[in-house]
């Protein structure tokens, strides 16, 4: 495979915005969705899977020239879990209470196409240094998405702001910052009460379709194509998935492209 | 048998995967277009859920409990989906094709399905053989609903007149989040219903 001269500092700010994997690549949806409820949990999991990323695209990077290409995809996949499990563990052990409010989705970040996806699309194609540049960028890209719209449904849905912060803080010792655990901006027995329905599903869906649309908005103003479910680009199915070529899903996302 | 009903009734719907608890939103967005695209995929998402869970339960309770290896669940899990998926697409492609050329396509895509892998896991949780089954199947009957579901909306939305910037996903994300409060009406059903 051809290597391409990458510059780092593109490599790291393209994730921040211009190529965010959550509001522009749509991928990883499924941890967004749910983790979101509060800003503490998407802090969480946006760390938790940036650092999976990062030492995924090193070793899948280090690797490259040694894995066939005909088995990379379960390659990546064992390479992924065995992180995920070593950071699944860390959390069990360090930070009980993210471990309990992530639940099923810690071990899940193993099918996160975020990173599934960066490990066919960079990772195996890239030098080390890169690699891992771009597995900083684009986990700071899912941590600020998930952290954005955690702020937005905590906000409205629970009246709370950083709520729970010393499960976090409980990793730098007992009581850092005086106990620091959060706002609550709608006291109890206020006039107000706060819209649960923004921390339960549906609430996650309508912040999400509206945060996209931000996200459109500011795209066309300077240009840029809005965001597209590309599914077939950048999933990384998408070399041995016949959908492609039978045009089920991936011609639907071409007919929206062009229409 | 009460029991399994209200496992069942609380996976398709109270507890459905797609809407309430936010496993396997990709093809829930991916393949949601058109009606039998979103049948088929949901038909090899059924199948797969309970082959996965007949093969890892067994697995995970004589293997890694056994031995203390409980901490490689999630390695032994996905390499397992994964080999299944490829050998019940072999198996398929040369003694059943009509049944292959159906769900044929959708198989290399559920390998990296959350929805899968999710349903196993929660079933170790939990830890009995004929629940996790049931559980199994009603998730994949909850993912298929939804689908199915979601497909009329979208196929409605498609000659509506949206805003322009929240045309393509936005909307698509708003009607989700429309019928995810659909299902909130459930709340409580099957408590009721079966009297438990």
Partial sequence: MAEKKVSLGKEFTKGLIKENPVLRLVLGTCPTLAVSTSIVNALGMGVSAMIVLICSNIVISLLRKIIPSKVRIPVYIVIIASFVTIVQMLVKAFVPALDAALGVYLPLIVVNCIILGRAEAFAGKHAVIASAVDGVGMGVGFTLALCCMAAIREVLGAGTFLAGAQDLLVLFGDNVLGGFNGFTLIKEGSALSPMTVFILAPGGFFTFGLLMACANRIAESRGKPKAELKGCEACPMAGSCSIRADGGACEDGKEEASA | ?196
């Fill in chain 2, 1 to 196: 048998m009460t029991a399994y009903f209200a496992i069942l009734l609380t996976a398709i719907l109270t507890g459905n995967f797609v809407l309430c608890k936010f496993l396997g939103i990709c093809p829930f967005l991916g393949v949601s277009k058109k009606l039998n695209t979103a049948l088929g995929m949901s038909a090899a998402v059924v199948f797969v859920m309970a082959l996965a869970t007949a093969v890892t339960y067994p697995i995970n309770k004589y293997l890694l409990v056994k031995n203390d290896l409980e901490y490689l669940q999630t390695i032994v899990f996905i390499l397992v989906i994964a080999a299944l998926v490829q050998l019940v697409e072999i198996v398929l492609k040369k003694f059943m094709p009509p049944l292959y050329n159906a769900l044929g396509i959708y198989l290399p895509l559920i390998t990296t399905n959350c929805a899968v892998l999710g349903v196993v896991i929660l079933n170790v949780d939990e830890g009995y053989f004929a629940q996790s089954m049931f559980n199994s199947v009603g998730a994949g009957l909850g993912f298929m609903l939804a689908m199915v579901i979601f497909s009329g909306v979208r196929s409605r939305l498609e000659s509506c007149d949206v805003p322009k910037f929240l045309q393509g996903l936005p909307i698509v994300l708003i009607a989700a989040s429309i019928v995810s409060l659909s299902f909130m009406g459930f709340t409580g059903l099957v408590e009721g219903l079966l009297g438990l």
